[in-house]
């Protein structure tokens, strides 16, 4: 079992900048590919970045690319998100996903993963 816990949402104003952290604990956090996706109120969940357990690989939605930046720190047991130029349209509730160990992994996918963060809000004002 792995636990994941958000931090570091808010406000913030369009433009501005958040770094978004998942602490995880449990099994073996450094196998297992990591991700973010939001769901912003009305809409459908999305996703937004993932990384591979050794961090070699990163996928990114159209929507953030050039403007996010995901990374792990394996000693750590935590993922980032760094996300910069922020836009009204990124508001929503971010959560950090994990993968099971020994999983097939699509990024992008939403069933690829089965650990799932309660969330953290970040609202960005125009």
């Known amino acids: 079992q792995v636990q994941l816990v958000e931090s570091g949402g808010g406000l913030v104003q369009a433009g501005g900048s958040l770094r978004l952290s998942c602490a995880a604990s449990g099994r073996t956090f450094s196998s297992n590919t990591m991700g973010w996706f939001r769901q912003a109120p009305g809409k459908e969940r999305e996703f937004v970045a993932a990384?591979?357990?050794?961090?070699?690989?990163?996928y990114y939605a159209d929507s953030v690319k050039g403007r996010f930046t995901i990374s792990r720190d394996n000693t750590k047991n935590t993922v980032y998100l760094q996300m910069n130029s922020l836009k009204p349209e990124d508001t929503a509730v971010y959560s950090c996903v994990a993968a099971a160990l020994g999983r097939t992994v699509v990024p992008t996918s939403p069933f690829t993963y089965d650990y799932w963060g309660q969330g953290t809000q970040v609202t960005v004002s125009s």
């Open positions: 990384i591979s357990w050794s961090g070699a690989s990163t």
